[in-house]
T-cell receptor, first 112, second 115 residues
């Protein structure tokens, strides 16, 4: 079974607008971690944000926030005030059972 | 800079050949992961080593093998290469403390082109 599902292969957003990238996960572990990574066209994988399963508040890192809905098993990434440099692939991942599982990614294009 | 070093950055070779990709994890990290990313594909987990021992195996072909040495660097060996093996190969490391906030640190990848 897929541990991480990203249903949006591609997304477009106007510069300076906010965008939400969807991620749902599957685990029976009570303790797990959720991560988002960014992969620009240059290829490197850049860590963006982390959310722990016991965290009461949604994680935020600058313009990135994670909309964590535990009951729905979703961990959507919200990027506010999109910039051209945000155009990239975005991967959601879960650390559960001492294993990392990645989604298939969402390609985000920011339109000037 | 993630602290994870991968060499070489680019590799061009022919079908049937064998190559070795090298990875030095971040200082202090005991766990090394290898991933394959084909064009427009997600990350395919290949194999994980922890302190020299194989910890987990993913979709790794029998033609591929890996090891982690006592100094914790790791090598991924790809043999009898086929055109379909052309991909970006990532190494990542983590401290593997068991904490859920332990993120993976990725190297810059090795772009393998099999001609």
């Amino acid at each position: 079974a897929q541990k991480i599902t990203q249903t949006q292969p591609g997304m477009f957003v106007q510069e300076k607008e906010a965008v939400t990238l969807d991620c749902t996960y599957d685990t029976s572990d009570p303790s797990y971690g959720l991560f988002w990574y960014k992969q620009p066209s240059s290829g490197e994988m850049i860590f963006l944000i982390y959310q722990g399963s016991y965290d009461q508040q949604n994680a935020t890192e600058g313009r990135y926030s994670l909309n964590f809905q535990k009951a729905r098993k979703s961990a959507n990434l919200v990027i506010s005030a999109s910039q051209l440099g945000d155009s990239a692939m975005y991967f959601c991942a879960i650390l559960t059972g001492n294993q990392f599982y990645f989604g298939t990614g969402t390609s985000l294009t920011v339109i000037p | 800079d993630s602290g994870v070093t991968q060499t070489p950055k680019h590799l061009i070779t022919a079908t049937g050949q064998r190559v070795t990709l090298r990875c030095s994890p971040r200082s202090g990290d005991l766990s090394v992961y290898w991933y394959q990313q084909s064009l427009d594909q997600g990350l395919q987990f290949l194999i994980q080593y922890y302190n020299g021992e194989e910890r987990a195996k993913g979709n790794i072909l029998e033609r591929f093998s890996a090891q982690q040495f006592p100094d914790l660097h790791s090598e991924l060996n790809l043999s009898s290469l086929e055109l379909g093996d052309s991909a970006l190969y990532f190494c990542a490391s983590s401290a593997e403390t068991g904490a859920t906030n332990e993120k993976l640190f990725f190297g810059s990848g090795t772009q393998l082109s099999v001609l």
